[in-house]
């Protein structure tokens, strides 16, 4: 069964980095595209990153400059990297897969809480 | 970006009622929507996609439909378990956009 796993988050202050993992298993990670997706306290889902097979990846806007993802075959794994971190960044964090038929997000991990405080 | 609009916000209905939640997006998506469930302390999942295709497992009472700008989610006899968050989503084009929800209690 398709799963994923993400890990890292914590408490961390305002300027802080941090560098969430997402751990697949169960599927051929090689072959989809794997995003970030958050979501604030009491809030809705806001898309933040995608990283493709071949490396490319995409940034929402929020967090384009002070962001990076990458992806390391050998462990299946997808790392956020995340710099500069604000307050707004304070969220759930949930790795989501898309299905290789459909642009929809049909494997979400359990998720990790990032919070921004001092 | 390309914004969707869901309504309403909220809403209150009785077990076996019928619901419709809508979903507007800013400009043509063809059928490129999705809709999830999010229950309390959990991660959303996925009911239907491409605007209309339920995704196995799902139940029946459960039906998406429109394209373009207009879409909607329908659960045709609401049950206790259906009660969670429902979000559409559009891939027409990147950064991939959420409605806002629309929480759905009995």
């Known amino acids: 069964e398709a799963e994923l796993v993400e890990s890292g988050g914590r408490l961390e202050p305002p300027g802080g980095s941090l560098r969430l993992s997402c751990a697949a298993s169960?599927?051929?990670?090689?072959?989809?595209?794997i995003h970030w997706v958050r979501q604030s306290p009491g809030k809705g889902l806001e898309w933040v990153s995608v990283?493709?097979?071949?490396?490319?990846?995409y940034f929402a806007a929020s967090v384009k400059g002070r962001f990076t993802i990458s992806r390391e075959k050998a462990k299946k794994s997808v790392y956020l990297q995340m710099n500069n971190l604000t307050a707004g960044d304070t969220a759930m964090y949930y790795c989501?897969?898309?299905?290789?038929?459909?642009?929809?997000?049909?494997?979400w991990g359990q998720g990790t809480m990032v919070t921004v405080s001092s | 970006d390309i914004q969707l609009t869901q309504s309403p916000s909220s809403l209150s209905a009785a077990v076996g009622d019928r619901v419709t939640i809508t979903c507007q997006a800013g400009?043509?998506?063809?059928?490129?929507l999705n809709w999830y469930q999010q229950k309390p302390g959990k991660a959303p999942k996925l009911l239907i996609s491409?605007?209309?295709n339920l995704k196995s497992g799902v139940p029946s009472r459960f039906r998406g439909s429109g394209s373009k700008t207009d879409f909607s989610l329908t659960i045709t006899s609401l049950q206790p378990e259906d009660i969670a968050t429902y979000y559409c989503?559009?891939?027409?084009?990147?950064?991939?956009?959420f409605g806002q929800g629309t929480k759905v209690e009995i």
């Open positions: 989501a897969r898309v299905s290789q038929f459909v642009g929809a997000f049909d494997v």
């Open positions: 400009q043509d998506i063809s059928n490129y």
């Open positions: 491409d605007a209309s």
């Open positions: 169960g599927f051929t990670f090689s072959l989809y595209d």
């Open positions: 990283v493709e097979p071949s490396g490319d990846a």
């Open positions: 989503q559009q891939f027409e084009n990147l950064p991939w956009t």
